[in-house]
């Protein structure tokens, strides 16, 4: 299946599944110098974006403030960073403020220990709480755990172009028919 970026949309915030973050796993939100871990995170766990030295700066800028605000990291037991997520905002998207879930990714070897949906659930409940009532996402249709995951919590497919609609049908074969019943809901064109 060709891969294609596509993005997903909750127009309510509200109402996100809330799921704990198992022990001895912890959290703890952005701190200078973080960038080496975002990093590392990211090229173990990216293989469809490459990550040269630049790239927090150029996705972040040089302002740690709204980061220690935003961004997260999952911590094993002994404090190592081995997950992110930006509750990242867009003052513009679609004409007006949303918030962004940007840049999730757990590192391969913590993969499949049920960290996904407390990672989602923590960086859903920050833009709850700094005021964003609508998010929105990016991700690429090879990643179909993921996309079934956004579907989960109450994402939706957000055509953009012709070829993100196709690209969708496409997904129908792997996505959960219970998320795609609810994606055709929001999308009828879908079906």
Same mark, same amino acid.
């Given at each position: ?7 997903? #949309? ?5 109402? #996100? ?9 912890? +959290? %703890?939100?952005?701190?200078p110098?973080?960038?080496a871990?975002?990093?590392? #995170? ?5 293989? *469809? ?16 403030g709204? *980061? /220690? %605000? ?11 960073? #081995?997950?992110?997520? =930006? ?19 757990i ?6 220990? &049920? ?15 700094? &005021? ?8 690429? =249709?090879?990643?179909?755990? +993921? ?33 795609? +019943? ?7 064109g879908? /079906?």
């Open positions: 299946m060709e891969s294609v970026s596509v993005a997903m #949309i909750r127009e309510r915030l509200a109402g #996100i599944p809330q799921f704990p973050l198992p022990p001895p796993y912890s +959290a %703890r939100w952005h701190r110098g973080d960038e871990a975002w990093l590392r #995170i990211h090229r173990a766990a990216d293989a *469809l974006n490459t990550f040269p030295e630049g790239k927090f700066r150029e996705q972040f800028g040089d302002d740690h709204p *980061l /220690a %605000r935003r961004q997260l990291y999952l911590c094993d037991a002994l404090g190592r960073e #081995i997950g992110t997520a =930006t509750a990242w905002r867009n003052d513009r998207y679609r004409g007006r403020p949303f918030g962004r879930l940007h840049w999730v990714a590192v391969p070897e913590e993969q499949g220990r &049920g960290l996904a949906k407390p990672l989602l659930t923590l960086a859903c409940n920050r833009l709850l709480e700094l &005021g964003h009532e609508s998010a929105y996402l990016t991700t690429n =249709t090879a990643r179909t755990a +993921a996309v079934n995951l956004y579907l989960k919590f109450g994402f939706v497919p957000d055509i953009r172009a012709d070829r993100e609609l196709e690209a969708w049908r496409r997904l129908r074969e792997v996505v959960a028919p219970a998320y795609w +019943a609810a994606a055709v809901a929001a999308v009828p879908l /079906a």
